[in-house]
């Protein structure tokens, strides 16, 4: 059975960082794409990043987060800096599936993680 239990979600104020962890347990990702999504209240869940051999990012985040990876770990990250207000969302980790065409279409998700940025 695939877990995927992310960590390092918090409150922060503006211009702050944070770093998201997600490990993955049931399967190895290595040679699978891996990535974050993120719902604000009242808003749809939408993409943030992902990472196979290339890392993408949503124009809004760009410059500002970095996703890397760790296969020996099985495990994504999401360094988060010069947060905004507008980053606060639940922030969902993602594995498997595929990245095609500026799309992520994972197979296996987190639970969640808040992250709050204050103004």
């Known amino acids: 059975q695939v877990q995927l239990v992310e960590s390092g979600g918090g409150l922060v104020q503006a211009g702050g960082s944070l770093r998201l962890s997600c490990a993955a347990s049931?399967?190895?990702?290595?040679?699978?794409?891996m990535g974050w999504f993120r719902q604000a209240p009242g808003k749809e869940r939408e993409f943030v990043s992902a990472i196979t051999w290339n890392t993408y990012y949503t124009d809004s985040v760009k410059g500002r987060f970095t996703i890397s990876r760790d296969n020996a770990k099985n495990t994504v990250y999401l360094q988060m800096n010069s947060l905004k207000p507008e980053d606060t969302a639940v922030y969902y980790c993602a594995a498997g599936g595929k990245y095609s065409s500026g799309s992520y279409y994972p197979n296996y998700w987190g639970q969640g993680t808040q992250v709050t940025v204050s103004s």
């Open positions: 049931g399967r190895a990702f290595a040679n699978y794409p």
